[in-house]
C-alpha cells in the first residue's frame, strides 16, 4: 500500500472530531435514555433499562407527547404534498422567462434570508389582527411553508435546468397533449427527484421550531413540546422521547429511499431477461 | 391523392429576435423521397427541419403538405413524425411502451397497441429487445427504437435531426444503409439533417445545400457534387478544387486533375507536391500553385504507385477545360 502523506492523518483526525461534534449529542442522549430508574439527567448510568420509554407512554404531568407528536405528523404530511405540488408548478412556470419572473423569484428567495423568527411572529400577527384563529393547521402550516417552498422550487429549478426537453417534444410529437406530456413523460421522469422534494417538505416542517413557534396557537407540534419539557421536565423521559422522535426520523428517510429502491428495482426488472415469460 | 403530393415551403422564415435563422426559403419535396438537409453547423437547417416538425413556430411563409397548409398545425396532426437528434426514448418506459407511446395516447387498449408496437420492433430488428429499457440498449438498438416509435404513427414524413451524429463510424454506415432500405419499403419521405456531406450523397435522392440561412443549391446529388453552383456548395461537398481564373471562380474535381511530372505539350499549371495521403483506393495528392494556392489532386491507387511523386517534387496539373466548371459568384 502506498504511504500516505502526513497531512492524510492530520484531516482524518479533523474529521473524526468533526463527526464527533455532529452525532455526539444525539449519541449521548441516545445512550442516557436507556438510564436506569434512578439515574438522573447526566451521567454516570445507574444501570440500563428501558424504564423511561415505558414512562413516555404513561399519562405526563406536563406535555402532551403523543397529541403534538400526531399533530407534527399531519402537519409535516400537509407541508410535504403542499410542497411537492406548488415546487412541481412553480419549476414548471420558471421553465420560460415571463414577466416579473425575477421579481417573484427574489421574492421567493427572500422568505429564506429573512430570520424565522420574524416570519412567524409575521404571520402570528397577522392572523391575530385579522381575528383569525392562531392554530398550527392553518397559520403554522402558512409559516412552515415560507421555509419549504423556495427550498422546493429551488430544486425543481435544478431538476428543470436537467431535464432534456426532447421527450416533452417528442410526446408532443407522439400525439400527447400538455395534460398528457406532463402526466406521462415529465412526472415520471422527474418522479426520483420529487420523492427527494418531499422527504426535504417533510422532514424541514418536522422539526421546524422557530416558524411555528409564534404560529401554532394553543396546540404545540412536537418541537415546541420538546423545548417546553426541557425547561420543565426533570427526568431522562426526555431523552426518551428525543431517541423516539429521532428514531422515527431515521425510519421516514429509510422509507423513502427504500421507495426509490424499490421504484429503480422495478424498472430494472422490467428490462432483464432473466424469468421474462412470454408476454 | 391530389396532384401536388408533395411538401412545399412558401417563403418560410424563422427569426430569433434580430437573429434570422432561415430567410425566406422556397422548396419541394415530391412524396416519396429521401431527402437530406445538407450544412455546416448555424446554416438553419436544424431550424427548418423543426418548423416542418412543428416544434418551432415559424415566423412568416407557409408549411404546405399535399396543398394544405399545415404551418400552425400542432405536431401530431402534420402527417410527420420525428426522430430526435438524442433520440428522446422515454427512459421509465419498457421499448415496448415507447413505441406503443402515440398508441397510448389515442386511448388504444394496451393489448392492440403492445401487438402493433412489436410488429414495428420486428420491421427494425429490435422484436427481441421489446421488454428492456432504453438505458439497457445500445446507441445503434436506441435508434432502431426512436425509428419504430416514430413510424408507428404512420407518418408521411419522417424527419431525421442529425439521426448517425451520435453513432461510431462503422455503425453509422450500417445503419445509413438501413435508413436507406426503410425509406424505399415504406414509400414515404425521409428528411434528413446532416453536415456530412458522404451521408447526403450517399442517402438522398435529393440534397438541399444551406448556408448562412438561405439554400445554396438543391437538387440530385449527382448534380450537386458534380456542378456546384457556388463556391460555398463546392468547398463544402468537398473533391473540388476552386480555381481563380480573370473571368471568375471555377471548380474543377479533385479526380479529374492529372499530375504530370515532366512538362506536358500545352496548357499546364506548374506546382510543388506538398503532402502525400494514402488512402487505400486512392492516393490525395496536396499540391502547392504559385497561381492558386493549395491544391488536392485524387489519383487511383494503382496508377499513383506506377509513377509515384515525392514531397517536394515539382509536377504538373493538367485538365481538360470541359472540366472546369464555373461559379457563380
Known amino acids: 500500500m502506498e504511504a500516505r502523506p502526513r497531512s492524510f492523518y492530520f ?7 468533526f463527526l464527533i461534534f455532529l452525532y455526539g449529542p444525539t449519541i449521548t442522549i441516545a445512550i442516557l435514555s436507556f438510564q436506569g430508574p434512578q439515574g438522573g439527567l447526566t451521567f454516570p448510568m445507574r444501570g440500563v433499562s428501558l424504564h423511561w420509554f415505558h414512562e413516555l407512554f404513561q399519562q405526563q404531568a406536563v406535555g402532551d407527547i403523543w397529541g403534538s407528536f400526531a399533530r407534527s405528523f399531519v402537519l409535516g404530511l400537509m407541508v410535504m404534498v403542499t410542497t411537492v405540488v406548488v415546487s412541481v408548478m412553480g419549476g414548471l412556470a420558471f421553465r420560460k422567462r415571463f414577466p416579473g419572473s425575477a421579481v417573484i423569484f427574489y421574492l421567493i428567495i427572500t422568505s429564506l434570508v429573512i430570520p424565522s423568527i420574524l416570519i412567524s411572529l409575521g404571520v402570528g400577527l397577522i392572523f391575530s389582527q385579522s381575528g383569525l384563529t392562531v ?46 406530456t406532463i402526466w406521462h413523460v415529465v412526472l415520471p421522469i422527474i418522479a426520483p427527484m420529487l420523492i427527494g422534494v418531499a422527504l ?42 428525543g431517541t423516539l422522535t429521532t428514531g422515527f426520523s431515521l425510519i421516514i428517510i429509510a422509507v423513502f429511499l427504500i421507495t426509490v429502491l424499490v421504484l429503480n428495482r422495478r424498472r430494472a426488472r422490467l428490462g432483464s431477461d432473466a424469468g421474462k415469460g412470454m408476454v | ?27 419541394t419535396i415530391p412524396n416519396g ?42 405536431p401530431a396532426r402534420r402527417g410527420t413524425a420525428m426522430m430526435f437528434q438524442s433520440y428522446a426514448l422515454f427512459p421509465h418506459l419498457s421499448v415496448v411502451d415507447n413505441v406503443a407511446f402515440s398508441l397510448k395516447m389515442k386511448g388504444v387498449d394496451k393489448k392492440t397497441r403492445q401487438a402493433e408496437a412489436r410488429q414495428l420492433l420486428e420491421l427494425v430488428d429490435m422484436a427481441p429487445y421489446g421488454d428492456r429499457l432504453p438505458t439497457q440498449l445500445s446507441g445503434g438498438q436506441q435508434q432502431r427504437v426512436a425509428l419504430a416509435r416514430a413510424l408507428i404513427t404512420k407518418p408521411s414524413i419522417l424527419l431525421l435531426d442529425e439521426p448517425l451524429s451520435a453513432l461510431d463510424p462503422f455503425l453509422r454506415i450500417r445503419m445509413r444503409t438501413e435508413l436507406k432500405r426503410l425509406q424505399r419499403e415504406l414509400g414515404i419521405s425521409f428528411i434528413h439533417v446532416t453536415h456530412s456531406q458522404d451521408e447526403a450523397l450517399a442517402l438522398a435522392d435529393h440534397i438541399i445545400v444551406m448556408n448562412g440561412g438561405r439554400i445554396e443549391q438543391d437538387g440530385p446529388p449527382q448534380t450537386v457534387f458534380d456542378a456546384p453552383r457556388t463556391e460555398f456548395v463546392a468547398r463544402f461537398i468537398g473533391g473540388h478544387n476552386i480555381l481563380g481564373e480573370t473571368h471568375g471562380k471555377m471548380a474543377v474535381r479533385t479526380d479529374r486533375m ?8 500545352g496548357q499546364a499549371m506548374p506546382a510543388t507536391v506538398r503532402a502525400v495521403e494514402y488512402l487505400g483506393t486512392m492516393v490525395n495528392v496536396t499540391v502547392e500553385a504559385p497561381d492558386a494556392g493549395e491544391l488536392t489532386v485524387s489519383v487511383g491507387d494503382t496508377a499513383f504507385f506506377a509513377k509515384p511523386v515525392e514531397i517536394g517534387q515539382s509536377v504538373f496539373l493538367k485538365w481538360k477545360p470541359e472540366h472546369a466548371h464555373s461559379l457563380a459568384a
Open chain 1, 11 to 17: 484531516l482524518a483526525a479533523f474529521f473524526v472530531l
Open chain 2, 33 to 74: 423521397t429521401y431527402a437530406c438537409l445538407l450544412g455546416p453547423s448555424g446554416c438553419g437547417k436544424s431550424s427548418t427541419l423543426r418548423m416542418i416538425a412543428g416544434h418551432e413556430t415559424v415566423s412568416s411563409g407557409d408549411i404546405l403538405q399535399n396543398s394544405l397548409n399545415i404551418t400552425d398545425l400542432p
Open chain 2, 1 to 27: 391523392m391530389s396532384a401536388k403530393s408533395a411538401l412545399e415551403l412558401i417563403k418560410l422564415t424563422k427569426r430569433y429576435g434580430d437573429t434570422v435563422a432561415v430567410e425566406a426559403i422556397d422548396q
Open chain 1, 135 to 180: 392554530h398550527w393547521s392553518t397559520s403554522g402550516f402558512g409559516s412552515q411553508l415560507t421555509w419549504t417552498l423556495p427550498f422546493g422550487l429551488l430544486i425543481m429549478f435544478a431538476v428543470f435546468n436537467r431535464f432534456d426537453k426532447s421527450y416533452e417534444e417528442a410526446a408532443r410529437d407522439q400525439g400527447a397533449s400538455a395534460w398528457q
Open chain 1, 200 to 241: 426535504f417538505g417533510f422532514t424541514l416542517s418536522y422539526d421546524e421550531f422557530a416558524r411555528t413557534l409564534l404560529t401554532a396557537g394553543s396546540y404545540n407540534t412536537l418541537p415546541l413540546e420538546i423545548f417546553g419539557m426541557t425547561t420543565n421536565v426533570t427526568t431522562p423521559v426526555i431523552f426518551a422521547l
Open chain 2, 258 to 265: 492529372s499530375i504530370l511530372q515532366d512538362q506536358p505539350e
